[in-house]
């Protein structure tokens, strides 16, 4: 094991993916409502792994071949993101989670969320956001090419094990933030933070 160019990938990594954009912030959301932490920590990280390998392995060839495909990709993406986006802000304006509350404190539990929309909007803020590509796919897996050889696979596990790190302490570390969350102002100020977010990003990728 190249252990510095596995610390090559794994500071890269860390640099790009604790920027709370939208595949984070909707982690973030769902681990604030204990809500299947399992399968979207497990998606996100896996889909991430999946593109890093991608990227270091020569991928990002494909970019330069089919440049109106990636172009296509990133409208699709920046479509969902603004429709994202609005449906935060509205939610800032009328919560749906008035509050948060536990069983554990007495209180009813959040309205349970049917598993399948969630694995859809993970697969979605993961595969349609045109800042996982660019993070993952071309800035990581650019950088990887520039390792020798038989380095490529060490900087590509570092940085898939900061990403599964990360995405694991962000959707449970997320449950912290609970007790705060059992006002309404706080759901429409983080819905609200959200929204703006994800418009922003989607509106300064535009060409």
């Known amino acids: 094991m190249n252990w510095l ?9 860390a ?3 604790v920027t709370i954009g939208a595949q984070n912030a909707f982690v973030l ?9 399992v399968k979207i920590v497990a998606l996100c990280a896996l889909s991430d792994c999946i593109l890093i390998g991608a990227g270091v392995g020569g991928a990002s060839v494909l970019v330069e071949r089919y440049p109106v495909f990636v172009h296509a ?3 699709v993406g920046l479509a969902y993101l603004v ?3 609005l449906n ?3 939610r800032a304006v009328r919560p749906q989670h008035a509050v948060l509350d536990t069983e554990e404190d007495g209180g009813s539990a959040p309205p349970a969320q049917r598993a399948l929309p969630i694995v ?10 045109p800042h996982v590509y660019l993070d993952t796919f071309l800035l990581i897996g650019t ?3 520039r390792e020798p050889d038989g380095a490529r696979v060490a900087f590509a596990l570092g940085a898939m094990a900061v990403s599964v790190s990360w995405f694991i302490g962000l959707g449970y570390g997320a449950r912290a933030l609970a007790p705060l969350f059992r006002r309404a102002s706080a759901w429409r100020v983080l819905d609200g933070a959200i929204g703006s977010m994800v418009l922003l990003l989607a509106f300064t990728q535009l060409r």
Do not use: D, E, K
Request: glycine share 10%.
């Open 120 to 129: 859809l909007m993970t697969l979605a803020f993961t595969w349609l956001n």
């Open 29 to 37: 959301r769902q681990g604030i409502m204990r809500s299947h932490v």
């Open 5 to 13: 160019s596995f610390s090559h990938g794994a500071a890269l990594c």
């Open 143 to 145: 950088a990887g090419a």
């Open 15 to 17: 640099s790009l993916i």
């Open 73 to 75: 990709m990133l409208y």
């Open 83 to 85: 429709w994202f986006g």
């Open 88 to 90: 935060a802000l509205r």
